[in-house]
């Protein structure tokens, strides 16, 4: 009941992780960290996202190499050679439509049946792929973190609903911290979107706490929930174990 | 379960910052003065609260968004007006704010916390003159200049606070003395939501009584802000009454914005009040429309497109009280065709004939004023004026069809 964290992905049935000598794009990880007031409003802050902004960079940049991958990361839409900040804008527009298209669909419970049984079946098509044709990447990654750290008093709020089960006036699940990441792998020589991940973090008691980004262990942990455990699709799964 | 809910939590904060700071349609307490409305920001000004700096933080993405955004207009004069305009009535800020111009055919503009608008195409088409919209701009402004957003922004974080202790203290303190207190959190929870919408309506009313005082100080006439919202007033009267419906007149307890009656009457007051008696104070028409000069044909064929005959049809009417000519005549026409109602057809073929009298009609008055004659069997007039009209528009996508009319 305390805390929480779930996460699940999808990869096309064809996909194998990226493995050996691989070029990485990663669209600047879009990280928004804020508190949460004791209202339950969500306060951004700007000295909070910079902070876990740059423990996630770092913890995916070593990651990354662990794997053999080379990864550069783009902050801003002009910091491409060879392609102008209009056509990021695009694929990043693109993948933003296509990823709330993936969460409705694979997430949410609106199941397609012309999808069922496929895998992860999107694309990001003909854009992705002059992008990665201009860049001369692999991959391209694109990453969103949001997390929620409960203020003080949101803490004190959650203290007095659990005191007040004592009293007959139970508000145990008050909500506290959230934190919730997702990623998208898209493979720039097809422009498939080859894998997907979301991995959602909650507590329902404000005062728990279970990785904070603005540490660099927090973020490393963030890092590893999303994209440590990528499995290959259906087909190659299979492939695997019939040998 | 919760990942549109918490994406939409973001947009809301963006969206909600938008909407509090953006000037459309709305009870207004007791009238703001003017003469209290000074600037709380000077010039260069950057946030120095953490509160205040994280809603600047997630205002850049916004910003890289908008600027990069393929609905904006690209017309560098265009833009370039704009960008003097609000330098001119922006108060200290004035050199530092940024000015968009989105293609989007309704009476809008919006501020963004950290200083940045957005001006959509429908209020060019709207404004009769410079004063007009510079009031419009000027009212933006003076939400930054009043620091409405973070001040709106805490307004919400303490009374929603307050309410969530409240709730909880409520519930567990009626619980303890074994009393019910839901009614009285209900109560609450409807003070609290009414006293947001009171202080979001206050600030529109301090940004009215701060952009007047800007355009006084700049040399436009006053009184144009609140005609402004006559003619908006006119408008949605208009467009309701073609729909057989009432008017929505904005004016209840739930309203963001005051209700554009009671924010004509107190911008009337205000520029009674700022208004230095022997100073002379222009509007800036012909400015204005050298201004917009070719995009106003652009703005009036997205207006007449929107389906909604009775407001097109009283802001043509309403640009026309400084004059016809044969842009507004043709658009008239256009009103009209489009509306296709019983005799309509007769009301069309009337301003195309009129729009052509004026040296300026456009190119299409020319083809529908052919078409028009045609039908009337008058195929020797039709053939001047669709010969005409290829003088005009020699590579026109229909030139081979309007030959073949000709015979």
Known sequence: ?243 | MCIRCDLSRRSLLIGGAAAAASLSTGVAEARIRPQDMVPLVGPGFKPTDKDEQGLWKEMERAEEEIAGSNLLVRDAALTNYLKNLIGKVGGPAAQDFRIYLARIPEFNAMMFPSGFAVVFTGLLLRMRNEAQLAGVIAHESGHFLRRHMIRSWRDMRRKTDIFAIGTMLAGVGGAAGGVYMGDYVRLAELGTLLSLFRYSREMEGEADAMGARLIEQAGYQPIEMSNIWRQLIGEQQASAAYRRKRRDRGYDLFATHPAPEDRMADLKADALEVTVPGKAYETGRERYLSAIGDYRQTLLDEQVKLNDPGASEYLIQTLALDGWNGLLRFYEGEVWRLRNRHGDDVRAAQSYAAAVVYPDAPADAWRWHGISLMKAGRAGEAKAAFARYLTMKPNAPDAAWVRQMMG
């Not at chain 1, 990280?31 to 423990?55: I, Y």
């Not at chain 1, 660099?216 to 499995?231: D, H, I, N, T, Y």
């Open chain 1, 1 to 243: 009941m305390s805390a929480c964290v779930q996460t699940r992905q999808f990869a096309d049935v064809q996909f194998t992780p990226p493995q050996g000598d691989y070029k990485l794009l990663v669209l600047r990880p879009d990280v928004t960290v804020g508190s949460l007031t004791t209202g339950g409003m969500v306060e951004p802050r700007a000295d909070w996202t910079d902070q876990a902004r740059s423990n996630i960079v770092a913890a995916l940049r070593a990651q990354q190499a662990s794997r053999g991958g080379r990864v550069q990361f783009i902050e801003r839409r002009t910091e491409l050679p060879g392609v102008t900040a209009d056509e990021i804008a695009d694929v990043e527009r693109l993948n933003y439509a296509v990823a709330e298209s993936i969460v409705i669909h694979k997430y949410l419970g609106d199941y397609l049946p012309t999808k069922r049984g496929k895998g992860l079946d999107w694309t990001l098509g003909e854009d992705a792929v002059r992008l990665g044709q201009k860049s001369g990447y692999d991959y391209a990654l694109f990453m969103h973190a949001e997390d929620q750290v409960a203020s003080t008093g949101r803490i004190v709020l959650g203290v007095i609903g659990l005191a007040g089960c004592f009293v007959g006036f139970c508000a145990p699940n008050v909500g506290g911290a959230t934190q919730l990441d997702y990623a998208s792998l898209v493979d720039l020589k097809t422009g498939e979107v080859v894998w997907f991940n979301v991995v959602q973090a909650g507590s329902q008691v404000p005062g728990i706490k279970f990785g904070d980004l603005r540490t660099p262990q927090g973020a490393e942990q963030m890092v590893e929930r999303l994209l440590g455990r990528m499995k290959p699709g259906a087909a190659v799964r299979r492939a695997q174990e019939a040998r």
